[in-house]
């Protein structure tokens, strides 16, 4: 009896994750994503302001310069996250993010020889949302 309990206790805890929490972006039109796992914080550039302590001590990957050329001015926010080598990284953009539940079913790993063209080198998965106008739009996931 006393095994049963534990078994059933076991039983009711056990949640099949079907999607994952990703906070969504954009930066020059293209959509990017990072696990909500991996998301310390995110800074909004109202709360910053022009005191950049926040952020010392911290990579910062500018999306927005690698695409474009052109470096953010004035950013919305600042996402701070854990990146592949462990490390707090920074990426300054322009819009707000959000939090989006993608199906994992909608999440393909991207290929080697795609990850190796790669400028930037940090994409690992794509995934396929759906938005409330049932529009479809790629995301590019961060790596691991």
Do not use: C
Request: aromatic share 6%; no cysteine; charged share 20%.
């Amino acid at each position: 009896m006393f095994a049963n309990t534990l078994s059933n206790k076991w039983v009711e805890t056990i949640t099949l994750v079907t999607t994952l929490d990703l906070i969504v972006f954009e930066v020059d039109r293209i959509g990017f994503g990072i696990p909500m796992t991996k998301i310390d914080r995110i800074i909004s550039s109202v709360f910053l302001g022009e005191d950049y302590s926040l952020t010392q001590n911290v990579d910062i990957l500018d999306l927005h310069y690698h695409l474009t050329g052109e470096s953010i001015v004035s950013p919305t926010s600042i996402v701070l996250w854990i990146d592949a080598h462990q490390q707090l990284a920074a990426i300054p953009i322009e819009t707000v993010p959000v939090m989006v539940s993608v199906p994992l079913d909608r999440i393909r790993t991207l290929p080697s020889d795609f990850r190796q063209q790669d400028q930037l080198g940090i994409a690992s998965h794509i995934a396929i949302i759906t938005d409330d106008e049932n529009t479809e739009s790629t995301i590019f996931i961060l790596a691991d």
